[in-house]
């Protein structure tokens, strides 16, 4: 159990509609990444959070949006959904956002119909 | 951009076998390389990782070394077991970008009695 908690841990919806991923780190850490894993992508990194604050933006769509709460727990909104989005989408966190381990939750599953 | 590349798998070996898993990156600046390891079913947890040429990660068994002049960090075990039949992904961290991790493509893993 790496302490990163992800919920839901499967999500079915439909194209064109929207949902919330959440993630609550391990306690202690201020950073929260998000990342996409899927079959002919591989594992992206979305975004990055630190205290609060957007750190870092990898290829994120404009319909995927995210944010750091002050509990820092985090959410990642994802709009207008597309087959595409099809995926598991992983939260990960760390003590203070740089080149240290990152410890990754159990993910959620995306299916869009 | 940065990339990291690896072996293409899956990789099937007998139990006891000597593993190598080949991992080579581009980076611009000083990365951080790490291997995280993905169990069926399950989030990432690193596996090892370095911070510095030359340096070498260990754990339960697993090694690489930090080879900046063939920009390497391949993955090695003396004799693997069952139930080391996993993905591994190699992955960087930049020491300019924050935290975020860049993944290879990932090495499936499935080692055989």
């Known amino acids: 159990d790496s302490g990163v908690t992800q919920t839901p841990k499967h999500l079915i919806t439909a194209t064109g509609q929207r949902v919330t991923l959440r993630c609550s780190p391990r306690?202690?850490?201020?950073?929260v990444y998000w990342y996409q894993q899927s079959l002919d992508q591989g594992l992206q990194f979305l975004i990055q959070?630190?205290?609060?604050?957007?750190?870092a933006k990898g290829n994120i769509l404009e319909r995927f949006s995210a944010q750091q709460f002050p509990d820092l727990h985090s959410e990642l909104n994802l709009s207008s959904l597309e087959l595409g989005d099809s995926a598991l989408y992983f939260c990960?966190?760390?003590?203070?956002?740089?080149?240290?381990?990152?410890?990754f939750g159990p993910g959620t599953r995306l299916l869009v119909l | 951009g940065d990339s990291v590349t690896q072996m293409e798998g899956p990789v099937t070996l007998s139990e006891e076998a000597f593993l190598t898993i080949n991992c080579t990156y581009t980076?611009?600046?000083?990365?951080?390389l790490f291997w995280y390891v993905q169990y069926p079913g399950e989030g990432l947890q690193l596996l090892l990782k370095?911070?510095?040429?030359?340096d070498k990660g260990s754990n339960k068994g697993f090694e690489a070394t930090y080879r900046k002049e063939t920009t390497s960090f391949h993955l090695e075990k003396g004799s693997v077991q069952v139930s080391d039949s996993a993905v591994y992904f190699c992955?960087?961290?930049?020491?300019?970008?924050?935290?975020?991790?860049?993944f290879g493509q990932g090495t499936e893993l499935s080692v055989k009695p």
């Open positions: 306690s202690g850490d201020l950073s």
């Open positions: 980076a611009t600046g000083y990365p951080s």
């Open positions: 990960a966190s760390s003590e203070q956002g740089t080149q240290e381990t990152q410890y």
């Open positions: 959070y630190y205290n609060g604050e957007e750190r």
């Open positions: 992955a960087l961290s930049e020491d300019n970008q924050g935290g975020k991790l860049i």
């Open positions: 370095a911070t510095k040429a030359d």
